[in-house]
Nanobody
């Protein structure tokens, strides 16, 4: 069972930047699509961004497009989320996730079977 550990969250002001990291255990990291999702209080967990196993296919939610950048370093078993121009509406717990199947694309929450514990991002106005 893979373990995913997020880090990098915190309290920032609107307009600031944060970089989230997600370190994965195991040797098969480079075979899976990875994703970032977020959940705000009282709301469902929503898609933020995904990146394919080699990083060639990337998708973003419309709400973060142009502000957030997902990337991965397969040598370090780590996926990143660079968040710029943060807004109060970006406040949420951010979760890293691994797709359930090797060499498979997907953006739906249901496509991802392994999840980290989450890291809180709070953006004040």
């Amino acid at each position: 069972q893979v373990q995913l550990v997020e880090s990098g969250g915190g309290l920032v002001q609107a307009g600031d930047s944060l970089r989230l990291s997600c370190a994965a255990s195991g040797r098969r990291f480079n075979m899976y699509t990875m994703g970032w999702f977020r959940q705000a209080p009282g709301k469902e967990r929503e898609f933020v961004a995904t990146i394919s196993w080699r990083g060639r296919e990337i998708n973003y939610a419309d709400s973060v497009k142009g502000r957030f950048t997902i990337s991965r370093d397969n040598a370090k078993n780590t996926v990143y989320l660079q968040m710029n121009s943060l807004k109060p509406e970006d406040t949420a717990v951010y979760y890293c996730a691994r797709h359930s199947y090797e060499y498979t694309l997907g953006m739906r929450r249901e496509d991802f079977g392994s999840w980290g514990q989450g890291t809180q991002v709070t953006v004040s106005s």
